[in-house]
């Protein structure tokens, strides 16, 4: 467990001294930040970390106080950090979970409490329809928003027949029916593989035998970057598209050349030609000496949300500052951004490519696959 | 399912095997001499999976890589081999497992604190890349029937060495009869660093090899200790022969578990219901095999009590 | 032996003090760490039983504390949906009520513990560690597959079990529900290590010819110390869920038994108090070593490595010397 208490005012006094100033009226808060940050996932965790105090002290705003803590990703720690927060550290608002199981282990009861959390990842649906909360916000996206977008561009293209295949757990089947649910085509088969499996030659066996015309894939961090390489070199020339978790920055660098060409969805792009996300691409490069990520970006927009709501209301009034987090009145690096009712963005959903900008393997926006995307688990909230 | 594909996804399950192999022999070499439940075998893995890629990304070259797999998971097992495994051999399996388990959290750690929290890239090199045809019309990757090559001349080199080279006389003398070797004159403790170090080149060797087509990164060699123990247990533990075969065994066993099962149970369940039952099934179906074998073996296939 | 004695007095003095410190000092998460300590003990005194006394080294403890853990969440999450788990021979809506849960969490890791161990311990040595654990991963897989209870997401209990006449959501009645337990189990440990079975139990590690010979069953002996032992873990395992109210796969994976297994070992394998202290020391490290860096597990790992090359016999073992108390 990591206690490490950044308070952001420590490392302001340059920024300060260069003339940029809080606003006035920007009222405090004390946040719990629970995230992965050891073993095999803390890449993600430490990029949803590095984005989101990078939002903390470009806002001038001194009386934020961040207590960070590692989840070591299992859920019944995250459960012990957030029982900690809440109870001894008074904390107001958490937030920096990386998974949906540890996200369903903790969001319950931190907002059943009176606490807020803000999701910077992870958007399972059983918090977004029947088990939506009045203070559950989540400014990364739903579980399906990448996958719905991706059947809808499926349909553009005229695809006949996909090849589906996730890992066999909550998360992978609910990335599968989002892609279902809009895709219009054939389906040629669907493959469940074991969580974290490593050798994909007997899947891409059937790929090859089978008659899809392309392979919809979500297969996250380190299963995404075996089957990536094995792809590559299986000779099988069968396009593949998936969301962007297998195609993240942190992760193209491991995949490499296999990955050229591989179109993907989602909502941020390093390349994304608005203000917010020029600056953010560029100051985050500055700060960390390294490219942003898919996470580091939702990292950033979940500290401006606060940052934002915090301008506008007192933490301590809760009605009051739940209606400025609705507002939603930041400069999202993503674009145009707002809540919809459940608490879920919504936002546009772009298909990006994977192309090589020198010697680097990054992603290009090539289309918007989905507009002012939203996500259908609205009907069944009831706050 | 075609008669072609069946043959292919065989194929899949031996190269599989093949795979599994390299990553148990240094296991199972170790227990064998020395009597030890090394659960760090997978650090060993990492760590010369991490040498490959840092070396390859330098030098541009995948030889060098492979090289400094072996060199650097060599000296990380000799390393800690003097400082901490050689008083645990005359421990009980507890110790060993408690003392394995904290040098997984270090290596893993350290690492990570080395490497940083990154996938590392390594890819086959381009000699290998791509895939050849095969007799009968099945497209099969290149780089995949090196690792059947190389896995197949592992195991030669280890049934040679332990058959004719000195050394192997000393370690099957050691297997037998530990007190009496050393009588003889044997440097015992010598003998089991040069067993152990060997063990974690295998290990590291393995490591970079099978790096190159899956994901370089912190915690990549804990799934594949779990299944290297499962292989050496079916096929016997310190038995080379019985680690070969339980690898292709247990290969087999996945591989086709995970294709044919669902398309088992599709014939009298329906089809969404036969896809979950069958792949859930799947991914206990080593587990199985090695728990029923063992009901019946309790000694695995090749071991003796 | 005698130091032994007041070493196990000192430990569960503090047991009873520090959250009591706790309490008066309006910390309600150090009773929450105490409560998460006392019940990882009990899954470790369960794991004593088998290991310590009978020599049986599983590593697959963690299917017990799981099947515990899930006897609470399926039990408590239907009775939280009102759809009755089944209608035949009576209507079963689940229940909230500890007690009912606690007794389904014994019958059910007993019951897994018996079919596991005996086909587990037709095996020894190394091939007994594997088959444990491969029974272990099997859970693992199995209940990250299986749709019905969550998958990988688990279960989620949103409010805490009842147990009557107390308010188990108050952090420190609730440790003193734990702490109980703890207790009743370590005393009927005590118990059960003088007992006929116990000795019997104790000689067959040490010599199991011998024991065969006085004409006493050694598998069945056995195979009866490891169910009990699966029970006391499986009991713990239900507590742990209700502790973080919310059940996982997670609590079914191999470093669940290799943590609980750390835990016996650390403090000292066969003695009464090895678990206790051993899981709470854990605690201690894993809150303490946690402030100093990110790459704590490090430090943790050399401590780990300290005690097995320095310290025979656990903690126990260092301060109160080599002989086992209750042998």
Sequence with gaps: MIVKKLIAAASLAALSAAGLSAPAMAGGAKVGMITTLSGGGAALGIDVRDGFMMAIEQSGNKDIEVIVEDSQRKPDVAVQLADKMVQSDKVDVLTGIIWSNIAMAVVPAVTAQGKFYISPNAGPSGLAGKGCHKNYFNVSWQNDDFNEAAGNYANDEGIGKVFLLAPNYPAGKDMIAGFKRTYKGEISEE????????????????????????????????????????????????????????????????????????????????????????????????????????????????????????????????????????????????????????????????????????????NR??????????????????? | ??????????????????????????????????????????????????????????????????????????????????????????????????????????????????????????????????????????????????????????????????????????????????????????????????????????????????????????????????????VIVIGGIGSIKGALVGAILVGLTDTLGRTLLPVAFDTFMTASAANAVGSALASMSIYILMAVLLVFKPTGLFGSA | MQRETLINIIVLALLVLFPLWAWQADEPFMITLATRAVILALAGVGLNLALGLGGMVSFGHAVFFGVGGYAMGILASHAQSYEPIFEWPFLFEGSKFMPLIWLVAILSSGLAALAIGALSLRTSGVYFIMITLAFGQMFFYFTISWPAYGGEDGLSVYVRNGFPGLNTLDPIQFYGICLAILAIVLFAMSRLARSSFGLALSAARQNEERVQAVGIGVFRLRLMAFTISGAITGLAGALFADLNRFVSPVMFSWQTSGEIMIFVILGGVGRLYGPVIGAVLFIVLEHELGGLSEYWHIYLGALLLGVVLFARGGLIGVLAGREVAHD
């Design chain 1, 365 to 383: 926006v090539i289309g918007v696959a989905s507009k002012d995307h939203t996500n259908i688990y609205n009907a069944e909230c009831k706050m």
């Design chain 1, 191 to 362: 493959v469940y593989t074991k969580l974290g499996q490593t050798d994909y030659a007997a899947e891409i066996a059937q790929i090859r035998a089978s008659d899809a015309d392309l392979v919809y894939f979500f297969l996250p961090g380190g299963m995404g970057i075996s089957f990536m390489k094995q792809y590559a070199g299986s000779g099988v020339d069968k396009p593949v598209m998936g969301p962007a978790f297998s195609f993240d920055q942190g992760i193209l660098g491991a995949i490499g050349d296999a990955a050229l060409g591989v179109k993907n969805t989602s909502h941020w792009s390093k390349d994304l030609d608005n203000a917010a996300n020029k600056a953010f691409v560029k100051d985050f490069q500055d700060k960390y000496g390294r490219l942003p990520s898919l996470y580091a970006a939702q990292g950033f927009d979940a500290g401006l949300l606060l940052v934002s709501a915090l301008e506008k209301a007192d933490i301590k009034d809760a009605d009051a500052f739940r209606a400025a987090l609705e507002e939603a009145d930041f400069d999202s690096v993503r674009g145009k951004f707002k809540f919809s009712p459940n608490h879920h963005p919504v936002h546009d959903i772009y298909m990006r490519e994977v192309v090589k900008e020198g010697d680097v393997v990054t």
């Design chain 2, 1 to 230: 399912m075609s008669l072609l594909l069946f043959i292919e996804q065989v194929l899949n399950g031996l190269q599989f095997g093949v795979m599994l192999f390299l990553m148990a022999a240094g296991l199972t070499l170790i227990f064998g001499v020395m009597g030890l439940i090394n659960l760090a075998h997978g650090s060993l893995y990492m760590i010369g999976a991490f040498a490959a890629a840092a070396v390859s990304a330098a030098t541009g070259s995948f030889l060098l890589g492979l090289a400094a797999s072996l060199a650097a998971a060599a000296a990380a097992g000799a390393l800690i081999e003097v400082v901490v495994i050689r008083r645990l051999y005359d421990k009980d399996h507890l110790d060993q497992v408690l003392a394995t388990f904290a040098l997984i959290l270090i290596f893993s750690e350290g690492t990570r604190w080395v490497f940083g929290s990154f996938p590392l890239y390594l890819d086959v090199p381009s000699y290998l890349a791509g895939s050849v045809t095969l007799p009968g019309g099945i497209e099969y990757p290149l780089y995949r029937l090196a690792i059947i090559a190389i896995g197949l001349l592992v195991a030669a080199g280890l049934f040679a060495l332990i058959a004719w080279t000195r050394i192997g006389i000393q370690i099957r003398a050691g297997e037998s009869d530990r007190e009496m070797i050393a009588v003889l004159g044997v440097n015992i403790s010598a003998l089991y660093t040069i067993v152990f170090a060997l063990g974690a080149a295998l290990a590291g060797f393995a490591g970079a090899l099978i790096g190159a087509i899956q994901s370089v990164q912190v915690g990549m060699g804990e799934p594949v200790l779990i299944l290297a123990f499962v």
